[in-house]
Nanobody, 117 residues
Framework: QVQLVESGGGLVQPGGSLRLSCAASGLTFSSYGMSWYRQAPGKERELVAFISITGRSASYADSVKGRFTISRDNAQNTVYLQMNSLKPEDTAVYYC??????????WGQGTQVTVSS
């Protein structure tokens, strides 16, 4: 059974930082491209960042470039999202996604990030 479990969300002040983690089990983690998405209330889910299976390639939404960093540890079956200089508009539920060449896709349950003073 495949499981993706996000953690690390919470309440943070504007300008602060959070590090999200997504621990995967039940799949060959090193074969999956990993992504972070987010969904704010009343909005569609949007792609935040993607990292390749080796971790050598990453891409970001324009809204988070220069502030967020995605990384992965294939030995620990975990993908991370380091979020710095957080803004109120970053408030959302953050989800990780595992994708195997568009053949298989798995989602985590999400973790809430709230940026507020």
């Amino acid at each position: 059974q495949v499981q993706l479990v996000e953690s690390g969300g919470g309440l943070v002040q504007p300008g602060g930082s959070l590090r999200l983690s997504c621990a995967a089990s039940g799949l060959t983690f090193s074969s999956y491209g990993m992504s972070w998405y987010r969904q704010a209330p009343g909005k569609e889910r949007e792609l935040v960042a993607f990292i390749s299976i080796t971790g050598r390639s990453a891409s970001y939404a324009d809204s988070v470039k220069g502030r967020f960093t995605i990384s992965r540890d294939n030995a620990q079956n975990t993908v991370y999202l380091q979020m710095n200089s957080l803004k109120p508009e970053d408030t959302a539920v953050y989800y990780c996604k595992a994708n195997l060449q568009s053949i298989k896709t798995y989602w985590g349950q999400g973790t809430q990030v709230t940026v507020s003073s």
